[in-house]
């Protein structure tokens, strides 16, 4: 049995797929800002501190990468 929620995806898969290459990524992008809109209205922050926490969710967790902090040949 489908979901609803796999009706939606299958929807927004379909809708991509006849675009041109430019078009579809005009369309990724403005679906990530409406995410990111219904984020900050969903926790009721502005833009640049929804912004920053995403980012701060990003990094929870990771192991600093040694090659990016050592400072390259000179």
Do not use: F, N
């Amino acid at each position: 049995m489908r979901s609803v929620a796999d009706e939606l995806r299958a929807e927004r898969r379909a809708v991509g797929h006849d675009l041109p290459s430019d078009e579809r990524v005009e369309l990724a992008w403005r679906l990530g800002d409406d995410d990111l809109a219904a984020y900050c209205a969903a926790r009721r922050l502005d833009r640049v501190t929804a912004l920053q926490r995403i980012r701060a969710l990003r990094q929870m967790g990771r192991m600093p990468s040694r090659c990016a902090a050592e400072e390259p040949p000179k």
